[in-house]
Nanobody, 126 residues
């Protein structure tokens, strides 16, 4: 069983930055692929970014590419999402997700993930 706790959300003006963090419990964190998803009011949950267990592979949604960076610290069991040049359309609840595998792969489909955090609100004002 893995528990995920997100932090770092808040209110920021357009063009600003925020850094989200996700702390994970459990052993062998390096075997978990991690992902960030977001859900705006009235919309489906969308993929944002993912990173393999070893950190060697990452993948981003086109809407956040070159603005967001996903990273992980396996020694601290944490994964982060650095968000720069934020836009009002980035406003959403952001969720951290995890799935156990070999540590080499990344997944963009929410159905691949088994464990989810409670979410953290990010609001970008114009």
């Amino acid at each position: 069983q893995v528990q995920l706790v997100e932090s770092g959300g808040g209110l920021v003006q357009a063009g600003g930055s925020l850094r989200l963090s996700c702390a994970a419990s459990g052993r062998i964190f390096s075997r978990y692929t991690m992902g960030w998803f977001r859900q705006a009011p009235g919309k489906e949950r969308d993929f944002v970014a993912t990173i393999s267990g070893t950190g060697g592979s990452t993948y981003y949604a086109d809407s956040v590419k070159d603005r967001f960076t996903i990273s992980r610290d396996n020694a601290k069991n944490t994964v982060s999402l650095q968000m720069n040049s934020l836009k009002p359309e980035d406003t959403a609840v952001y969720y951290c997700a995890a799935v156990y595998d070999s540590g080499r792969y990344v997944y963009t489909n929410s159905q691949n993930y088994r464990y989810w955090g409670q979410g953290t609100q990010v609001t970008v004002s114009s």
